[in-house]
């Protein structure tokens, strides 16, 4: 039986190839079950869906409410009458199955659209910098491959509605970016064509350890393989990319840990292409951390920290959906006196603007009181957000304050300054989570993560239940302890 292939298979290919291969080829008893924070993400999906289409302005026609075969033969009798707006259709050519939200009528054919309850291309509340969603990108192409083929296409410019009233259309053959020449049409046509091998040939891919893997409800059935084989994906930074290109020079870890890898290099390259001499020996001492059941952290070079009385450690919680930040919270300790540490916290009480702004005023007069102070946290997400929240409310702060508190004299972000340029450890990953587990920290949730975080905010929202604001407020707390439990784990190997 031939496979249709849709836009969300695609969409998934992106994210992780393997997803496909085991949506349709593994036994579905292995999955795990759906995290509340992706159940939540369709919950607001269809609720945003339904919320731009009841606000719509214009008449259009709705087959929302028909079935699957039905849908497709009335979109095709709508297409055919010149219906202005379609939503909910169904089309169809070969293989290729669509289920656009819209279809809107443009000169003498259609382009298709998606509604998406986020931002439509990788942007500020991304943490990113303007460019189409691949994702996105690849859903679109199909949609449009179908228009196409059933000659009732009116160009390759497909489009999303998005979170912020925003349409942003995807120009799928302009180049990807000035590093990146091919189009988003040859991303489409490339991913189809890998897509429609994996649907009828299972085992196509292998599992690769991401960023990824822990919203999937494969996640545990692909860990455990990937523990099994020793997969290379299991070294930090080397990803499924870099898995690939080296497997047919060494396969597992154990195997990288003890090669001679003088053989594989020449001169200032090696025999893997994309990977010189410097990222196979480092990916090699990593191997050899993570078969040394002895083995432990160290650093490269003795670091220097800022010398203060004060010293706060710092982590935010953000709803991406609402596209605000609703906590700030700060364990803060003096003289380097963990028994002195307290934990401060300035809270949004409502999902609004003007709570928002208030806690932001309010944490940032609380670090101006603390000064001098050192400030650390992991990554730059803490940072990327003020800057951001700056530029939402200029009476709050101006650009020189805020960069002054995260000058690197004083604000030291332990990811990119510390933890990844200077030191080694004998864990898969070096999230915060990983890193403050590995030095025996241990968060009070069961669960702790940032996605659960967002589906217990949205609970509280909805309930105003103290125990899911106490349960928030712990696990803010909790990275916040843990980022000064690291801090003082990499110091100790300083000594």
């Not at 009458?81 to 809107?104: K, Q, S, T």
């Not at 500020?124 to 199909?142: N, W």
């Not at 409800?217 to 020793?230: F, G, I």
């Amino acid at each position: 039986m031939t496979i249709s292939i849709t836009a969300s298979m695609l969409y998934n290919f992106v994210q992780c190839p393997h997803r496909l291969n085991l949506d349709l080829h593994e036994d579905p008893a292995n999955r795990d079950p759906e995290s509340k924070f992706v159940q939540l993400l369709w919950e607001k999906g269809t609720a945003f869906e339904q919320e731009v289409i009841q606000n719509l302005a214009v008449p259009f026609t709705d087959l929302s409410a028909q079935p699957g075969d039905k849908r497709e033969r009335l979109t095709s009798e709508a297409m055919n009458r010149g219906d202005e707006l379609i939503y909910a259709g169904r089309i169809r050519a070969g293989n290729l199955l669509g289920d656009p939200d819209l279809l809107r009528r443009q000169s003498n054919g259609y382009v298709a659209g998606d509604i998406k309850s986020g931002a439509g291309e990788e942007g500020a509340s991304d943490v990113s910098d303007g460019k189409p969603k691949r994702h996105y990108a690849v859903q679109l192409s199909l949609y449009t491959d179908i228009l196409e083929q059933i000659g009732i296409s009116s160009g390759r410019f497909p489009f999303i509605w998005d979170i912020h009233g925003e349409e942003v259309v995807y120009k799928l053959d302009n180049p990807q970016g000035p590093r990146t020449p091919k189009t988003l049409w040859d991303l489409y046509k490339d991913t189809l064509q890998i897509a429609g091998e994996v649907c009828s040939q299972p085992g196509l891919t292998l599992p690769a350890l991401g960023g990824t893997c822990k919203l999937c409800h494969w996640h545990t059935a692909c860990r455990s393989r990937l523990d099994e084989v020793e997969d290379l994906s299991l070294i930090p930074a080397l990803g499924r990319a870099k898995r690939d290109a080296m497997i047919d020079h060494v396969q597992t870890v154990s195997q990288l840990a003890n090669t001679d890898i003088t053989d594989m290099i020449k001169g200032n390259k090696t025999v893997i292409p994309g990977i010189g001499p410097g990222t196979l020996k480092k990916f090699q001492n990593r191997a050899l951390l993570l078969v040394d059941p002895k083995a432990k952290p160290y650093l490269k070079t003795k670091l220097r920290f800022p010398s203060t009385k004060v010293e706060l450690f710092f982590d935010i919680e953000t709803d991406p959906m609402r596209d605000i930040c609703y906590l700030h919270g700060f364990v803060e300790r003096t003289d380097q006196d963990s028994s002195t540490e307290r934990y401060v916290l300035f809270f949004a009480e409502t999902p609004s603007a003007e709570a928002e702004r208030e806690a932001y005023s309010r944490a940032y007069a609380y670090v101006q009181s603390s000064q001098p102070c050192a400030l650390y946290f992991y990554s730059k997400y803490e940072r990327t957000w003020w800057r951001k929240l700056r530029e939402k409310y200029p009476d709050v702060a101006t650009e020189e304050q805020i960069e002054a508190i995260f000058s690197p004299k004083t604000a030291v972000d332990l990811y990119y300054d510390v933890v990844v340029p200077y030191s080694e450890w004998p864990t898969n990953d070096h999230s915060i989570k990983t890193l403050a587990s590995y030095l025996g920290f241990k968060w009070r949730d069961a669960s702790p993560s940032g996605a659960d975080s967002i589906e217990w905010y949205h609970r509280w929202v909805d309930t105003n239940d103290p125990e899911i604001r106490k349960r928030i407020l712990e696990y803010n707390e909790d990275d916040c302890r843990a980022t000064r439990v690291l801090l003082d784990g990499i110091c100790t190997l300083n000594d």
